[in-house]
């Protein structure tokens, strides 16, 4: 099946601001870009759990940082991110990591700037075990994760 059978995407959403206007605002909330935190800024458009995905950038072939970010709480996301939460047949936190270890070559464009585009993304093929395996298996990443970090 594909991706957009188990995501809502909040593309739509998202706001750049730039430099300039971000130097005069207060640095309350995160300000993510395609690959983590780029700034803070003194607004949220997003409050809850969500996926991140790198839409752009040099990083979805070289793939030198994670492409997908897991983000908790009130934040900004500027237009170099997909923005989205996985429905009820996905859990969120096994999407995070099955995209962070999968190779998504075939789905970017762009040769001078790499792009993954949002039709591309929702076409990405996923064929997730049951609910009950995705739990076990985020739960065993997770553990390990914290024997290790």
């Keep these: 099946m594909q991706l ?5 995407v909040f593309d739509t959403l ?4 730039n430099t300039m206007e971000r130097q005069n605002l207060e640095k309350m909330y995160p300000y993510y870009g395609a690959q983590g935190i780029v700034d803070f800024i003194n607004e949220y458009i997003f409050d809850g759990e969500y996926i991140l995905l790198a839409e752009d950038g040099a990083n979805l072939l070289t793939k030198s940082e994670p492409l997908a970010n897991l983000v908790k709480g009130k934040f900004w996301v ?12 996905m859990n969120q936190k096994y999407l995070y990591y099955w995209l962070n270890s999968k190779n ?3 789905y970017i ?10 039709e591309n993304l929702l076409s990405i ?8 395996d995705q739990q076990h298996i985020v739960n065993t990443i997770s553990s390990l994760l914290l024997k290790f970090l």
């Excluded at 998202?14 to 601001?17: G, I, L, Q, T």
């Excluded at 464009?109 to 949002?118: C, H, I, R, V």
């Design 14 to 17: 998202r706001k750049p601001v």
């Design 78 to 89: 500027n237009n170099h991110a997909h923005v989205f939460q996985t429905n009820n047949l």
């Design 104 to 106: 998504l070559d075939g």
């Design 4 to 8: 957009k059978n188990y995501i809502k």
């Design 125 to 132: 093929e996923i064929n997730p075990p049951s609910l009950d």
């Design 109 to 118: 464009t762009g040769s001078a700037q790499p792009k993954l585009n949002q």
